[in-house]
């Protein structure tokens, strides 16, 4: 195939698009992680969770996983990420909504039934 100039090389599937975590800076398939936005309401910015990541202006990248979160705020990276001084909060709220709806009846907070932790 490759002697004849009209011949086509085989289609290699795209791959899916990377990002960066502002969290952990690990790149990472887009479809693994949250997508954050600045809101502006009141005169305040505020980062959201957006989970339809179809919200207009620049967006970060984290994973839904608290120590990246954690990570996040330790380094400052959200007013780095959106080159601006913005609230964090709605973003932690987020995440302590989602561990508390997560736990079940019975679990301890490392999520094993069985778990010995107290």
């Not at 398939?29 to 309401?41: E, I, N």
Request: charge should be positive; aromatic fraction near 6%; hydrophobic fraction near 35%.
């Amino acid at each position: 195939m490759a002697n004849f100039p009209d011949a086509q090389e085989p289609v290699r599937p795209a791959a899916p698009p990377q990002r960066t975590c502002i969290g952990c800076r690990r790149r990472d398939s887009q479809a693994d992680l949250l997508r954050l936005v600045v809101s502006a309401a009141d005169g305040v910015s505020a980062v959201v969770v957006d989970e339809g990541r179809r919200l207009p202006g620049r967006g970060a990248w984290l994973h839904p996983d608290p120590d990246c979160m954690a990570l996040a705020v330790k380094r400052r990276a959200f007013g780095r990420a959106f080159r601006a001084n913005v609230d964090s909060r709605a973003v932690e709220g987020y995440f302590h909504a989602q561990s508390t709806s997560n736990l079940k009846a019975g679990q301890k907070t490392d999520g094993n039934p069985m778990s010995a932790k107290r």
